[in-house]
């Protein structure tokens, strides 16, 4: 067996390492091919106007659509300011209404929170114990003044599937433009945007290895053009929906981690589910009353959240310092506060902090998957010998 290299990264859905075949890719494009893709008058601006284009087809490639209906952003969190805000003021004050999840990332929360306060209506569909919401929730919240709905594909801390195509039928029998996160979707399961329904999508490049600070809005042509307003004011770029000097290195980056998840997409599903099964498997032999978070089939590989009865999570974290694991959402990290989507789903306060995600990526093997359930176990059990919440839930 190869030796370990400690410590493991296993925290796949707060980010991932740059692919060595991204990378390859990328950095041509911060030397001998620097140019300017909005440069028309030389070669250096069209090889660069080439090369994004080439990167946006492979794009619109995995998720099938036009190219031209690829915008890029910085990442998902800009993608989903862009739509959200961007329908609102297209849709102007008698549309004033966005119905969305409260498990949904802080990016679509906060955008939200904005627009609460510029006079808009927010309308929060509640989740299951499973973490998903009802379709018939949202057939009955749907009015007259919705302008979007926006309801993430998978989500980042408990890897639930959402019932997006239900969903995104819904809101098109009611000519309601429908905005999906898909920052964690993409490039792990398939996503076809020829059939309708999704008429905005979230992309970024960091989450299916390819570097942090780029991503894309997808804008189906028929449905969202001319209905979202450019939040970026500039030179024009991207069909005057996003200004700035395109991050040319990032968008090739970011073509060649959709074009490598792409072709790759079945074997590594299949791989992620079997040593996330493992991984649970090792723990619930072990460990009693270790319960798995979220929808237990609706869900994304990769993904595993558990709770352990008895043991504070970040306790658990703190003894397993050669395992990098997480609490939550990256994002909310140093927060004491105990997650929202573990609230949303109606675990207690005790239970919530007890919870623990393991995000498995592509560099992640069996041995590590074995040595982290082992430390794991081992860190539970010490933790539990210490706990008088384990001592009344085992007497209880
Ligand atoms: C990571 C993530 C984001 C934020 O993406 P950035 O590219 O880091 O801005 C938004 N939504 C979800 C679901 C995510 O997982």
Redesign the pocket.
Known sequence: MPELELPIYMDN???TPVDPRVLDALLPYYQERFGNAASRDHAFGREARDAVETARARIANLIRCDPGEIVFT???????NLALKGVIEVAGPTKNQVITAPT?????LDSCKWLKSRGCEIVFLQVDRNGLVDPEDLRRAITARTAVISI?L???EIGVLQPIRELANIAREHDVLFHT????AVGKIEIDTREPGIDLM?L????IYGP??I?ALYLRRETARGRVAEQMHGGGHEGQMRSGTLNVAGCVAFGEACRLAGEEINEERARLARLRDRLQTALQRELPAAHVNGHPSSRVPGNLNMRFTGVDGEALLTGLHDVALSLG???NSGAIEPSYVLKAIGLTNDDARGSVRFGLGRFNTEAEVDYTAGRVIEEVKRLRELSPRWDDAVKG
């Not at 910085?74 to 989903?80: F, P, R």
């Not at 949904?104 to 679509?108: D, L, M």
Request: a negative charge.
């Open positions: 859905m707060a980010t910085s990442g998902a969190t800009e993608s989903d949904e990332h802080k990016a679509i993430m998978v989500n980042n996160d898909a920052a964690q979230s970024t490049a960091h989450k942090k600070g991503g959402a990256a994002c």
